[in-house]
């Protein structure tokens, strides 16, 4: 059976799916591909290199969104279908933010955004674009790594978050009943435990009325 990085890679993703990066091993990739480990090196120098081909590879997957006529309907179709992905490829998560992304279809999602974030009203200029594109970034590092450390947790502890919070119990109850916690009170003992995805979309659109508006200095 003929190698090629695109095989390996595919190869990867799917045992990086089941078993996490901490699973993933070259012998693990060769055993599936039927092949000896040393000949992976034919195809794939390292296992830096092994990764930026896996994450390019979910770029590809995200690049699906395509273009729209609208700046916002593009930034949302992308944004979107990168947390799709990310659901899909929990580990994808763990390299948002933690190494450059700079593969072809990685460059060419940066590039989606970052053209229809300089049509919204509120960039006029590089600046404006630079501070847009990095406030979107890292909304979607932050959310992202947030819902798949719930989504974790929830499975380690066989729970939902809301539980595994009330879980713990004596410490937190004596800690609020102190009264020098009372917003945080709240948030725990009435806040609803809200939808990922609504909060997610709720949230995007937050940021991107920031970035429509003028600021004010």
Known sequence: MPLSRAKIAATAIRIADAHGLEGLSVRKIAKELGVGPMRLYDYVLNRSELLDLMVDAVYAQ??????????????????????????DHEWFADLLGARPHIGPHALAVGESIAAALSQAPGVRGVDDLQRAVGALNAFIVGALRSEITERR??????????????????????????????????????????????????????????????PHT
């Open 62 to 87: 995200i690049a699906e969104a395509g273009q729209h006529s609208e700046w916002r309907a593009t930034v949302l179709a992308i944004v979107h279908r990168t947390r799709a992905a990310t659901l």
């Open 153 to 214: 947790t929830a499975r380690s502890t066989g729970t939902d978050v809301s539980a595994w919070q009330a879980a713990l119990g004596p410490y937190l109850t004596r800690m609020l009943e102190t009264g020098r916690y009372p917003t945080v009170a709240r948030l725990v003992i009435d806040g609803a435990h809200l939808n990922a995805e609504e909060t997610f979309h709720h949230n995007l659109i937050t940021i991107l009325d920031g970035i429509t508006s003028h």
